[in-house]
């Protein structure tokens, strides 16, 4: 519950520059200079940010690494001086930055969870009483009474989380290391976000999952550089972000008339140019995938369009073009896709996941060993995954791609479209062992 007239937290105009030598004797030299002479260099975490949060809302900060993301966090939570500018703060703050800070790694846990609260101001008696609770929440049994140096990072964030919410603060600020814990109990933390959230509590975090920052935020904040290059609805925010990812992997498209196209014996342009011709509108236009029962409006699309995800057809025991499926049903995913340019080292991609973001299952060409066929110009193609919905029943998402192969794991990103098919499994569950989507087939064929 958000209210838009009681401020929570306000920055102002925040900057964090950090003084960079490049050896320990420049400080000195520095201090001493007659003419004051620098012997360092600036770098600007935070150049000039403002922005405003209300009491209810869940903001969700993303970017790239280096953008200043934990930079923001920490002087927030008031562990870092800003060189300029202020945080004002309604309310109490409790904070879950980066691993392994926090703690005394030579004190055991427990000893650890009553100097947290004493920093905190939590007297000793309101801690007791909330004490079998923390631990409950964090699950770490007999570990709580060991010290943390021999706490697995799984183990630390545990604990750490746990704390973290202990105190029932008005503010809760996460970076990143929800990132390090297991799934169970990942999804045990986002509960206690819906939690925190229906009680009116703000919360801040960092993700580089667009999913979770879609699925549990009010709004988001895209960082980049020291910036705020973005801040808004969470999905015009996320394909702002998406953008800026992939941006610098999109070639500029040229035109190309008909007294610039290549006959068959001019082979001089084809081999210089790397300028490709951008495919007709009419021809991207012709996204049959918004007509299919399934489709998710919400969907994150990009990529340099060389190729298009043009359609796709979902079939099962209960009939073509359902949206609502029994589990353990056998479902065939026919995806079409038209190339506009000839492509070589192709990957084609299937991820499903939860509405909370999580990974079910995720496969490719590459990881299946397919050979894959080089992509002509006007060809269409026709990927099949078949497999059985091997799910507990609930909602899911399945993200459909189709990338180059660089020989990296970032592949370069000719049509990938996040969240596209938003499907329903329903009935029992009865398969122990069975959990999974780890039969699923692939095969490629020409239409």
Request: include cysteine; proline fraction near 3%.
């Amino acid at each position: 519950m958000c209210s838009d007239t009681v401020s929570a937290l306000t920055v102002t105009e925040l900057g964090k520059v950090y003084r960079i030598y490049n050896r320990p004797m420049d400080r000195i030299r520095e201090l001493y200079s007659i003419r004051g002479r620098k012997y360092h260099h600036e770098f600007t975490a935070l150049d000039n940010i403002s922005f405003e949060v209300f009491q209810g809302e869940t903001i969700g900060i993303i970017g790239p690494n280096g953008s200043g993301k934990s930079t923001l966090l920490e002087i927030i939570s008031g562990t870092l001086s800003p060189t300029h500018g202020e945080v004002v703060r309604q309310g109490t703050v409790s904070a879950l930055l980066e691993l392994g800070a926090g703690f005394n790694p030579r004190f055991t846990g427990r000893e650890n969870v009553y100097l947290n609260a004493s920093i905190l101001g939590i007297p000793k008696h309101s801690l007791e009483a909330k004490l079998n609770e923390l631990l409950q929440f964090a699950d770490i049994g007999a570990f709580i009474d060991h010290p943390v140096s021999t706490y697995s990072s799984g183990m630390y964030v545990r604990l750490a989380f746990a704390t973290a919410i202990s105190s029932d603060p008005d503010i809760l600020i996460v970076d990143e290391a929800l990132a390090v814990g297991d799934i169970r109990f990942q999804r045990k933390c986002y509960r206690r976000f819906q939690e925190m959230q229906a009680s009116g509590k703000t919360i801040l975090f960092v993700s580089h999952s667009v999913e979770l920052i879609q699925n549990h935020c009010s709004r988001a904040v895209f960082l980049n550089a020291g910036n705020i290059e973005a801040i808004g609805e969470p999905k015009a925010v996320i394909q702002a972000y998406l953008e800026h990812l992939f941006g610098s992997e999109v070639q500029q498209p040229r035109k190309v008339g008909p007294s610039e196209e290549a006959t068959e014996g001019d082979q001089t342009d084809a081999d210089t140019s790397p300028a490709w011709a951008a495919p007709a509108s009419s021809d991207l236009a012709q996204d049959h995938c918004k007509q299919r029962r399934s489709y998710n409006p919400n969907e994150y699309r990009w990529g340099d369009r060389r190729a298009a995800i043009m359609d796709y057809q979902l079939k099962s025991n209960s009939g073509d073009d359902q949206v609502v499926f029994e589990s353990g049903e056998n479902l065939e995913l026919m995806v079409h896709v038209r190339f506009f340019q000839e492509l070589t080292d192709l990957i084609y991609g299937c991820t499903v996941k939860t509405v909370d973001g999580q990974t079910v299952y995720g496969t490719n060409t590459r990881q299946r060993a397919i050979d894959v066929r080089h992509g002509k110009a006007g060809m269409t193609v026709v990927v099949r995954f078949q497999f059985d919905l091997n799910l507990v029943p609930g909602e899911y998402f399945i993200s459909l791609g189709v990338a180059l192969d660089d020989g990296e794991r970032d592949n370069i990103a000719i049509d990938r479209r996040y969240d596209l098919i938003h499907l329903t499994v329903r009935g029992d569950y009865g398969g122990f062992g069975g959990f999974g989507l780890a039969q699923m087939n692939m095969s490629i064929s020409e239409v």
